[in-house]
């Protein structure tokens, strides 16, 4: 069920505040926003978007995506089908328990879900496995190959006695979720969760072998985030229907009491429950580079962002800030019609059209994939923009690259489907620059292609602002397969 919405003013907010909240994250120079909403006791009050980004776009939440799976556990919990006691590895297809080191025979789901397998750290390895392709059915038999590959590490603690954040936890209880349910963690969550939620899609990046990642990869619209904190804000309930128990809710927002050993800001040194984090303002599901779903259950408002940044801290920053000052305080029409203005002009300025009148260069550096090695640039029209080529292992990609505007292209190959905006022009010294915004996601590429000297060839570059966690191919940060 959508959410409906109502002026801050109504809901005993001052939009002062909100307009303050925008104002900080906009000047704080290492945050790009994507998008933001916010709603009390179940009305949308704000919502905006900063232009490429939009509201029916959806958006690659990374570690949100454990709080996604985290409610289908819930689901199978209040079903009786699986409880927090159980060994993770019981039902897993193909594994002999009894084979196990007893460490891994220990671990439960509720250890998992609690980042509590036993692990000193980090356990996953990142832009593997996880960027394949799912070109076939969920396996119904057999072991996993890459649950296979976690079992053979054992943990170096007794499981439930240390915290260590890791993404095999996450995957280990997704995969026994999987399991118990017969079907995909969205097939578990699209009838009892989503549909009345009013989510339309939830879309998941996969390994090879067609499973869920669990603990990232997760894709959907910043209302779809929004309604998730809400459901968690009401307890489980969506207008008189129970979807979780309450005794769910308490038991994923109640932090575990082990402690953090590398918090990195004030806000991941309050506890971790399963697959939540506390804050100092109460509780959230958290992604990389500035994803988040907020749940104030003292206030009665639930927030979710989107986001490009490395200073994640200073998002929830200004949101205690500015947003909690402004709760309970007098606000007034005119300032609500004053945000309304602000929040329906949000953009993300594109970078000059300066002329250029075409050129093609071999690849010199840059962080992204080294399987982007040529790069072909011809005007599409006088003040038109421009058609940009990329040679990846030997196939060549187009865009379109917007001049003083976002153009829109996608780019498909490998069985993928990656949506993207684009916009560049003349460096003014004979080259080349263009910003590629992979539109689904947290993520921007630039292109710099250098003049060629005198009686020589010129050269590019593709970097990425913040390199993403699924690799360094542009095209694997997608989960829209074709």
């Not at 925008?22 to 290492?30: I, K, N």
């Not at 997704?174 to 989503?194: C, K, M, N």
């Not at 500015?322 to 203005?341: F, R």
Request: proline residues 8%.
């Amino acid at each position: 069920m959508p959410l409906p919405s109502i002026s801050p003013s109504a809901a005993a907010i001052d939009a002062a505040g909100l307009l303050a909240l925008v104002d900080a994250l906009e000047a704080h120079p290492g945050i790009e926003m994507h998008s933001f909403a916010i709603a009390r006791a179940g009305r949308v009050v704000a919502e905006g978007y900063w232009a490429p980004y939009a509201a029916e776009r959806p958006h690659l939440l990374y570690s949100v995506s454990k709080s996604w799976t985290a409610t289908a556990v819930g689901v199978l919990v209040d079903e009786g089908r699986l409880a927090l006691s159980d060994p993770v590895c019981r039902d897993l297809p193909g594994v002999d328990v009894a084979a196990l080191p007893a460490r891994w025979q220990q671990v439960t789901v509720g250890d998992c879900l609690r980042m509590a397998t036993g692990h000193d750290q980090e356990a996953w390895l990142w832009g593997s496995d996880e960027s394949g392709v799912a070109t076939r059915p969920l396996l119904e038999s057999g072991l996993d190959p890459m649950v296979a590959r976690i079992l053979a590490h054992e943990p170096e603690h007794e499981p439930g006695t240390h915290f260590a954040y890791n993404q095999v936890a996450t995957y280990l209880v997704a995969a026994a979720a999987r399991a118990v349910a017969g079907t995909s963690l969205v097939g578990i969550l699209r009838e009892r969760v989503l549909e009345p939620l009013g989510v339309p899609e939830l879309l998941w990046k996969t390994t090879g072998s067609g499973a869920e990642l669990g603990f990232s990869g997760s894709f959907a619209r910043t209302r779809d985030v929004l309604a998730l904190a809400q459901l968690y804000l009401d307890e489980g309930r969506v207008g008189d229907r129970q979807v979780l128990s309450p005794e769910w809710v308490e038991c994923a927002r109640t932090p575990s009491g082990l402690v953090n050993p590398d918090p990195g800001g004030p806000d991941w040194a309050q506890g971790y429950g399963c697959s939540f984090w506390s804050s100092r303002h109460g509780y959230r599901g958290d992604g990389a580079f500035g994803q988040f779903a907020i749940v104030l259950p003292q206030h009665r408002i639930a927030v979710a962002t989107t986001a490009e940044t490395g200073d994640m801290q200073a998002i929830l920053d200004a949101i205690w800030t500015h947003l909690l000052p402004a709760v309970d305080s007098a606000g007034d029409p005119a300032t609500d019609t004053a945000l309304a203005e602000r929040l329906a002009g949000l953009r993300i300025a594109p970078p000059p059209p300066l002329p250029f009148a075409g050129g093609q260069w071999s690849r010199t550096s840059g962080d992204v994939a080294q399987s982007y090695s040529a790069a072909r640039v011809r005007p599409v029209e006088p003040g038109g923009g421009w058609e940009l080529t990329l040679t990846r292992d030997g196939t060549e990609l187009t865009l379109a690259v917007g001049a003083g505007a976002w153009a829109e292209s996608e780019w498909r190959a490998d069985g993928i489907r990656l949506p993207l905006v684009a916009a560049g022009g003349g460096t003014g010294d004979g080259g080349f620059a263009a910003q590629i915004r992979l539109v689904e996601t947290p993520h921007t590429v630039h292109l710099r292609a250098t003049p060629a000297p005198p009686g020589g060839a010129g050269g590019f570059d593709l970097s990425w602002s913040l390199p993403p966690l699924h690799g360094p191919d542009p095209l694997r940060q997608s989960a829209r397969y074709a």
